[in-house]
């Protein structure tokens, strides 16, 4: 992973980010298993990255995106934490590493919802 590569990660309800465009930590917090899903979006445009959500996470939801959420990279690594990328389904990844303790989770999770930027529908 490069430190400009840029990270998606899809919202299917308005409780990852507030009405004036900023983003909550909860879009960022680990799921049961440890990880945040997420798709590598370098190299692609606006249209293929919505492509991306519609194709492979809307289904598994049920629900349709209604926005994404970019990161650089290299403010995921800063952060302590790993990208973690499998391709199943292709461009996707996860980030790893989170800390044990919740309130470093939270902590962490509220750096990269600052370092990020919310592309609504």
């Known amino acids: ?3 400009d590569d840029e ?3 899809y919202a299917f309800s308005k ?3 507030r ?3 900023t983003v909550k930590h909860s879009a960022f917090m680990p799921a049961g298993d440890g990880n945040t899903s997420v798709f590598v979006v370098t190299d692609s445009d606006d249209k293929e990255r919505w492509e991306i959500g519609d194709r492979h996470v809307a289904p598994l939801r049920g629900k349709p995106v209604i ?3 970019e990161i650089q990279a290299s403010h995921v690594e800063r952060n302590g934490l790993a990208i973690v990328l499998d391709n199943h389904p292709p461009r996707h990844a996860n980030i ?3 800390p044990d303790d919740d ?3 939270m902590e962490t999770a509220l750096s990269l919802a600052e370092n990020s930027a919310l592309i609504k529908r």
């Open 1 to 3: 992973m490069m430190p």
């Open 7 to 9: 990270i998606a990660r």
């Open 15 to 17: 409780s990852y980010f």
């Open 19 to 21: 009405a004036d465009g």
């Open 67 to 69: 926005a994404r959420i």
């Open 96 to 98: 790893s590493g989170w």
């Open 103 to 105: 309130a470093k989770k």
